[in-house]
């Protein structure tokens, strides 16, 4: 951002200014949508418990079937 008086900028500077001013609007606001979107996700689990397991036969400590 320019930190120049509007009054001794052209009409390019201000609208640069402008411009810039606005889409640091929509990144603010864009990432707010976005972090309230990931905090309602943390409500969804897909972790396993300890006792539960991905697949449907037991797997030995040598990661083979029994």
Request: charge should be negative; proline fraction near 2%.
């Given at each position: ?18 411009a ?9 606001l864009r ?5 309230n ?30």
């Amino acid at each position: 951002m320019n930190a120049l008086n509007p009054e001794h900028m052209n009409a390019a500077e201000r609208l640069d200014e402008v411009a810039d001013i606005l889409a640091a609007g929509v990144l603010r606001l864009r990432n707010r949508k976005l972090t309230n979107k990931s905090n309602e996700m943390r409500d969804v689990s897909l972790d396993f418990t300890a006792t539960q397991s991905m697949h449907g036969h037991d797997i030995n400590d040598h990661g083979e079937g029994k």
